[in-house]
């Protein structure tokens, strides 16, 4: 019985602790920067698509959300014709990002996309693109190594050094 | 009085006390959620009293369907039974001086007689119902009630005593210098439980028990039928805490700055707020368990307590 009355007493106390309720709309949680909400894609520090369109993403996905076409410019640098993420069956997992060997697919701190026809789930490149670096500014992956694709000659690439010259005697 | 008076009265009576059990559904959410450390509904309206409005429009519009096992008729009328029983017990209640619907010379037993009809809501409910979980919950209910009707008018039977009258007005007037509180504690918390047994509420809703039963005697109900398992519910809860009010806690009787209606209301009000507490704190007991508490100490201390205040009435006479 002192039992019972003293859990009433202690359950009344609860009347003045702080109330662990956020009200949404209003007020917002503080998202890490490292929470996996929208899926977008970035660019590189010249405003070019990171995008190499290598369909890891799309494979990695288990939920099959991801489709995209790869094509190449005239410099033969590849980039996806069509990207397209079905926000109605993506769960957030992140694997895409994980997969992506240029940082150029990145899920960002954002959860409000609530729509009234599903259809606007469907989104197309041009909704995805960003023109930002995301997480990784200043990474540019053509800049890194790799042939020449109109971005940088060859051998000049931040982890590259200049072809050897086979006819120079000197080292 | 006059006849016109009288129906006022009548009027005035139903329309506040349906509105009160409306409006506990908004109390009850808002005060549950405080003590479990959120702030429950607050969105519609003010502090989000609109809720109730809500949540009435909702069942009104929810589909009205009858199993076609069910027993029609007493299907619908069990409802009906919880929600009349419990407004018939109302009738003896006073508001205020001269508030009162019927003022009859046995008014506790009338009290007593309704409390225990409404029973047959449950046992119909359940039984018309058609339903394993439905019939359960329903045996659950009849015994528990039966079991909790002897105690709390056995425990009424010391303010009958002490009072010399079953009408409800001269209990509150023999209030006067000492609220029976002080002078019937051990029958003011008999009372009490066997009032929670009684309306079925948490910790004692081992009737419903979402938990084992998934909503017992009242699983098969939809739209406004269940509305009025419900509101009945709360009527039951506003009846126990007014009763409790004017047995024990001197009905209208209070200092003089506020009318004796506020009293009233200020008193009965506090009790809801202990069932919901109530509710907030602790957890249901065992089938087994509750009517072992009842028949093995409720009833004995029960007896004894008669028994002294017999003893000590008479001493004090003779």
């Known amino acids: 019985m002192i039992s019972h009355i003293r859990t009433m007493w202690l359950v009344f106390l609860h009347l003045f602790h702080k109330k662990a309720t956020i009200q949404y709309p209003e007020e917002k949680i503080r998202l890490r920067p490292r929470y996996k909400g929208r899926i977008v894609l970035t660019k590189d520090p010249d405003g070019g698509e990171r995008c190499v369109g290598c369909y890891l993403c799309a494979a990695a996905c288990p939920v099959d959300c991801i489709a995209l076409q790869a094509t190449e410019d005239e410099h033969g640098r590849r980039y996806p014709e069509f990207f397209r993420i079905n926000f109605s069956r993506c769960i957030f997992c992140g694997y895409c990002e994980e997969a992506c060997p240029t940082y150029a697919i990145q899920l960002i701190p954002d959860f409000e996309m609530a729509e009234f026809k599903r259809q606007n789930l469907v989104f197309e490149k041009e909704d995805l693109l960003i023109d930002s670096q995301g997480k990784y500014p200043g990474y540019n992956f053509y800049k890194a190594a790799g042939v020449n694709i109109g971005v940088k000659e060859k051998g000049a690439g931040d982890q590259e050094e200049r072809p050897v010259d086979i006819h120079d005697l000197l080292p | ?318």
């Open chain 2, 1 to 318: 009085m006059t006849v016109m008076q009288h129906i006022w009265i009548v009027l005035g009576v139903l329309f506040v006390l349906l509105n009160i059990a409306a409006g506990l559904i908004w109390v009850e959410r808002r005060l549950l959620a405080m003590w479990q450390d959120r702030l429950g509904p607050n969105r519609a309206g003010p502090l989000g009293i609109l809720i109730v409005l809500a949540d009435t429009l909702k069942l009104f519009f929810k589909e009205d369907w009858i199993p076609p096992f069910a027993d029609k008729w007493l299907f619908i009328l069990a409802p009906a039974i919880v929600v009349g029983s419990v407004l018939m017990s109302f009738v003896i209640i006073p508001f205020a001086p001269q508030i009162v619907v019927a003022d009859l010379n046995i008014g506790l037993l009338f009290f007593l007689a309704m409390s225990s009809l409404g029973v047959y809501s449950i046992v119909l409910g359940g039984w018309a119902s058609n339903n394993k979980y439905s019939l359960l919950g329903a045996l659950r209910g009849a015994s528990q009630m039966i079991a909790y009707e002897v105690f709390m008018g056995l425990s009424l039977m010391g303010i009958v005593m002490l009072t010399g009258s079953f009408n409800l007005g001269a209990i509150v007037a023999a209030q006067q210098h000492t609220w029976f509180v002080f002078t019937q504690p051990l029958g003011f918390i008999i009372f009490f439980i066997a009032g929670i047994a009684e309306t079925h509420r948490l910790p004692f809703d081992i009737p419903e028990a979402e938990s084992e039963l998934i909503a017992g005697y009242h699983a098969e109900y939809s739209g406004m039928k269940f509305g009025m398992f419900f509101i009945g519910e709360y009527l039951g809860i506003t009846l126990i805490s007014a009763m409790t009010a004017t047995l024990f806690f001197g009905g209208w009787l209070g200092p003089g700055f506020l009318p004796p209606w506020a009293w009233f209301f200020l008193k009965t009000f506090f009790f809801i707020g202990i069932f919901i507490l109530l509710r907030a704190s602790l957890p249901r007991p065992r089938y087994d368990q509750l009517m072992g508490y009842g028949w093995k100490i409720l009833l004995p201390l029960v007896l004894v307590n008669l028994l002294v205040t017999g003893a000590i009435a008479l001493c004090l006479r003779g």
